[in-house]
């Protein structure tokens, strides 16, 4: 009997061994079924010149978000992700576009996937307002660089939100206040490269972002007028402005909490300037469409899809990229060895950039005699919003237009097969710059991966089966570097990383009764022993 039962034990393992590759985990695949959204939160108030034209100043304005969390989560504490929608800094449906929502397709479709892998997703609104219909192109580039500030100080208010609810009203959304993600798409893309980098007011101040005033050089954005890069100070208009002297333009929101965040995530978006990344810039992940005829892949003007207008020079996601990889802020997954579908992708035409994956989507759309291409295939949308959607100006080409409806392929699959490209590539990534647990081997080649026994390292597991705490003890010259714990549906439940020890003792914690595996790694390679809890 006792022989019989050894060879169920090893078939089992072998079998739970062999499948792990499939194993469904938290944070790399959707491991909860439901979602729930809480909409309409606000999580900050600040002053928004969108009605400039109508109240002849800038008025408060309530901040929003739509909060998704995993349905049916025990954890208390989640990795937040705060999500930032494209829309060029105008209100949908104005200026001939149809994206640039918290409710977008694509927008939803990625908060709800990231929640079901068991992240807390914020997906934000920032204030809008600029003058797209300004009669000269200076003031057009100078009231769109104020509302990317604006944008920056609302994405790091949004981060702020989040910690004082934790320190002071009993963390409402069970935020993990350590683990912070940027994520932003488009526009939003643009605004959380520029929070990742930005490290103070000074930075700023480049002959780009300077006008002329009676031939001296001025800041567009003026720290005493606008507040400073997180939005923790008043902002009062000075003489000399499109404002009334004295008009508040800056609010300051939850003052005292930290605006950091640990990764950053662009989508099709682009850096105000490269000198801003040092070593204080995040590790940073981007997708881009090489071809995107708006937002530069490397080094270029930047245009506004609704207007045509060309801002200011900019860096793309692949000059972000390579200043990254060469200032070593991305090695805690570039000097990795990818071995996933995805990652070979995107190796094969990023340089060696990891971290970047270049979206090569050439595809060319002919339209009234112009030729147009797709900037960001993820996107899809419905053809019949486009009956609300409108034109406050009189474009040249109505390059959004033409690209919506002139499109044979823009299709929800089609998104969606783009939105599983981007997540496959984030998640691992995520996993390891957030020291999140993930078991990586499906994706990472190493040398102590291979399966060994037991006995070679002295292994021991006592005692077993256990109540409550069970014991792993090793030889001398065997150190344990990790053990990751798998129920017997292969999902991975429990880890613990960076033993470095020949004993430690588990803790059961929640688990509930049962038969599980435990991978335990060694500089050798790795053992699977079954572990019982009573």
Known sequence: MKQFNYFLLSFFLLLCTGSLLQAQQRYIDEVFTDVNVTYDVTYGVNATVLYFSVFGEAIPEELKMDVYEPAGDTLTERPLIVLAHTGNFLPQPNFCQVIGRRDEEFIVEMAMRLARMGYVVAVIDYRYGWNPVAQIQEERVYTLINAAYRGIQDLRTCFRFFRRDAAENGNTFGIDVNRFVAMGD???????????????????????FTIDVNGVPVPMVLEAMN????????????????????????????????????????FGGAMGDTSWIDENTVPTISFHNPYDPFAPYMEDILVVPTTEDLIVEVQGSYTVQAKMHELGLDDVFATEDWIDPYSTRANEVNDGFDGLFPVVYPFEINSLDDTVFVASPWHWWDPADWVDVYCDFEPTV??????????????????????????AYFAPRACLTLDLGCDLSDFITTSTNELIKKDAVGLTISPNPASDVVEFSTLAEHPMQDILLYNAQGRLVQSTFE????????????????????????????????VVFK
């Open 499 to 530: 033993i470095n020890n020949n004993r430690i003792k588990l803790n059961r914690g929640e688990l509930s009764p049962g038969i599980y595996i435990a991978r335990i790694r060694f500089a050798e390679g790795v053992v699977a022993a079954k």
């Open 186 to 208: 488009g526009t939003g893309g643009y605004i959380t490269l520029a929070a990742a980098a930005l490290d103070e007011y000074q930075e700023i101040i480049l002959p780009k």
């Open 227 to 266: 507040g400073d890069i997180n939005g923790t100070s008043v902002g009062v208009a000075l003489p000399g402005t499109p404002f009334p002297m004295g008009d508040t333009l800056c609010y300051p929101n939850h003052v005292g909490y930290s605006s950091d965040f640990q990764l950053s995530v662009n």
């Open 398 to 423: 109505d390059l959004a237009t033409q690209a919506a409806l002139g499109d044979p392929s823009m299709t929800p699959e089609r998104g969606m097969a783009y939105t599983d490209t981007l997540i």
